[in-house]
């Protein structure tokens, strides 16, 4: 019987601590699943700390285990690209390092898949040890841009899911530089499902993802998927101008029925600051998609591979290649055949 093949993705930045954990889990379920070939990905996202000597013994040890090393940190996206464009054939799973998004679900996700769905995600009914801010603030993350994305975007979800292979070849297609994840693999589409799951505290480590990088991927995410902000500061304009054009009326009005007594310095004040201020958001919402569009203009690699080792080929010290670029999927070790 051929079985089918699972390949874990897991990015990695500076996990020392949580990863030996995390791999003695992951191997503890694989070897359970007698009917899939099960291997392991980790793509190191230039950590500094001693998280590649970990990931590289272990892809030294073991033939399921490939190491994958970026040239720089370019962030978890990156490094999930990175990964998921070199897994050869079947599905992919993505997992946390820290042990966030428990191993011992595999089995289900796979099920899932082999009722025939593409997008097996997991669906957060707790999160554990996060602090009541994140948590707050995700909600409303989730709530916004659930209003303006055209895209579902299912609430709750992260990166922790998997992806059929056909899923996988399509996100093949989606090559923009600024990557918001959760969006893009909702934008394929394909049959999906949830799978609910608690989610527990990091198992050792801090987070990566301070609330300002939170911010950050917020905007990212919105930026990418709806444009309505965009079209919010043409409506706030429209309906400040009107606003304006009343008030102006009014002051007509006024000033031929009492005359013009040159009152009225601060109500100018107000208008003339308020205008400026309303100004300055739509200046600053235009701003933020014109640099998003000149960072797609520049069609850099997503990302730069530094090492990379796989089972059966000897440590392979990669050319830089970049990484990332449409035809990058020729990949020595294991890269996806596309045509
Ligand atoms: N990560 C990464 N690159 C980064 C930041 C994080 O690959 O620049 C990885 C990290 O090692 C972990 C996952 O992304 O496996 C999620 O990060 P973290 O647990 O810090 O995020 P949180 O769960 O707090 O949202
Ligand atoms: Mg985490």
Redesign the pocket.
């Known amino acids: 019987m051929r079985k089918d093949r699972l390949t874990i993705v897991?990015?990695?930045?500076?996990?020392e601590i949580a990863l030996p954990h995390l791999h003695e889990r992951v191997l503890a379920v694989l070897t359970t699943m007698r009917d899939i070939d099960g291997h392991v990905l980790y793509v190191d996202?230039g950590s500094i700390d001693a998280t590649w000597d970990c990931i590289s013994a272990l892809a030294r040890q073991d033939r399921r285990v490939s190491a994958l090393r970026l040239s720089r940190?370019f962030?978890?996206e990156a490094?999930l690209t990175a990964g998921l464009d070199r897994v050869g054939e079947g599905a992919a799973m993505i997992l946390?390092?820290?042990c966030?998004d428990p191993p011992e679900l595999i089995p289900t996700f796979v099920a899932r898949w082999r009722e025939g769905y593409d997008n097996v995600y997991g669906t957060r009914l707790a999160r554990e040890g996060e602090s009541w801010t994140k948590r707050a603030t995700a909600r409303m993350f989730y709530r916004v841009i659930g209003r303006l994305s055209r895209t579902p975007i299912p609430a709750d979800t992260g990166d922790f899911r998997l992806l059929s292979p056909r899923a996988l070849q399509a996100l093949d297609g989606l090559r923009e530089r600024h990557r918001f994840m959760k969006g893009l693999f909702s934008w394929v589409g394909y049959r999906r499902i949830a799978v609910p799951y608690h989610r527990q505290a990091?198992v050792a480590g801090d987070?990566?993802?301070s609330l300002w990088k939170l911010w950050n991927f917020a905007l990212e995410g919105i930026t990418s998927f709806s444009t309505v902000p965009l079209r919010a500061a043409t409506y706030l304009g429209m309906l400040t101008a009107t606003g304006a054009f009343l008030f102006a009326i009014g002051v007509v009005v006024k000033a031929a029925l009492y005359g013009d007594r040159v009152a009225g310095w601060p109500t100018m004040m107000a208008v003339i600051l308020f205008l400026g201020g309303v100004q300055l958001i739509a200046l600053g919402l235009i701003g933020e998609y014109l640099g998003r569009l000149y960072e797609e203009s520049k069609q850099r690699p997503l990302y730069l591979v530094d090492t990379c080792i796989a089972p059966g080929v000897a440590d392979s010290n990669l050319e830089p290649t970049p990484g990332g670029q449409a035809d990058d999927h020729s990949s020595a070790v294991v890269g996806r055949q596309v045509s």
Do not use: I, P, T
């Open positions: 897991v990015a990695v930045f500076n996990e996202d940190n962030g978890k490094a946390d390092a820290d966030q990091r987070s990566k993802f």
